[in-house]
């Protein structure tokens, strides 16, 4: 068996216009999981650049054989479109990116589709059974993502929100507001709060079945339709309990 090729490491977020990759066929089919998908195409979920490893974890929680559409908020330059399109190749691959340039790349992968924009102005409803928010990282968006794009996750399905580190760092938010011209904040109480309100109102994010954090992730089920009768009694449940005084 040949070594694998991995893919040479991009300079996407350095502010150079985003390019197409595509590795050999041969390169491609050399890779086992996802891992190595990730390496093959050149996006850092697996082993490169920042090496999140992310593509691990992917591989146990998506199954190709249930996962008809995925969603990624963050497109650069196409690397974790292509890996999915490869790993889920009877689903729709929608990839969402506010720069211009990112429309072009990916056209020789007929299952995948590239909307350029801003999130907020797209509308979609329960049509993905995996929303990735992997966009700016900073803190203001992710909630103001989530807030718009949680709709869009089918009852039972994922939403990601990928390098929360980030919003630990002033350099980070510092580099992106140069690159991208904004005065965006990165405040960590203004995402401490989304997952606050998400704890505290139940009854609002009744459709939330878990939050789980993994390191620099975190992730949320959405809560199948059939459970609403379960849910419906939790909610009596719960207010009687605020209501109750001894
Ligand atoms: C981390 S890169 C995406 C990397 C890609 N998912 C991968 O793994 O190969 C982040 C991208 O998000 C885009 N972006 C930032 N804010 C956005 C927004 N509000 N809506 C859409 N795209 C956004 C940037 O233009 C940038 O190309």
Redesign the pocket.
């Known amino acids: 068996m040949g070594m694998l090729k991995k893919a040479p490491e991009k300079l996407?977020?350095g502010g150079t216009a985003?390019q197409d990759f595509y590795p050999d066929d041969q390169d491609i089919r050399a890779a086992g999981n996802l891992t190595e998908l990730a390496d093959v195409f050149g996006?850092?979920?697996g082993t490169l650049g920042n090496a999140h490893n992310y593509a691990r974890l992917y591989e146990r929680l998506i199954n190709p054989s249930e996962t008809k559409a995925l969603c990624?908020?963050?497109?650069?330059?196409g690397?974790?479109l292509k890996m999915w399109s490869a790993f889920l190749p009877a689903a729709r691959i929608v990839g969402?990116?506010?720069?211009e340039e990112?429309k072009n790349l990916c056209k020789d992968n007929k299952n995948i589709e590239i909307k350029i924009g801003?999130?907020k102005d797209l509308n979609y409803s329960n049509k993905f059974d995996v929303v990735i928010d992997?966009?700016?990282h900073v803190s203001e968006?992710i909630v103001d993502?989530f807030n718009r794009c949680w709709k869009w996750v089918r009852p039972g399905g994922l939403y990601i929100i990928e390098d929360v580190g980030c919003t630990y760092s002033d350099d980070y938010t510092e580099h992106f507001n140069s690159l991208f011209g904004t005065n965006k904040v990165n405040n960590r109480h203004v995402f401490v709060e989304l997952v606050d309100s998400i704890m505290k109102n139940v009854d609002v994010k009744i459709d939330i079945e878990s939050m789980e954090y993994h390191p620099q992730l975190l992730i949320l089920r959405k809560r199948k339709a059939n459970a609403n009768a379960a849910v419906s009694q939790q909610s009596k449940f719960l207010n009687w309990l605020s209501s109750w005084r001894p």
């Open positions: 996407w977020w985003p996006s850092d979920k990624e908020i963050g497109v650069a330059c690397a974790s969402v990116d506010i720069r990112c801003d999130v992997d966009a700016s968006d993502i």
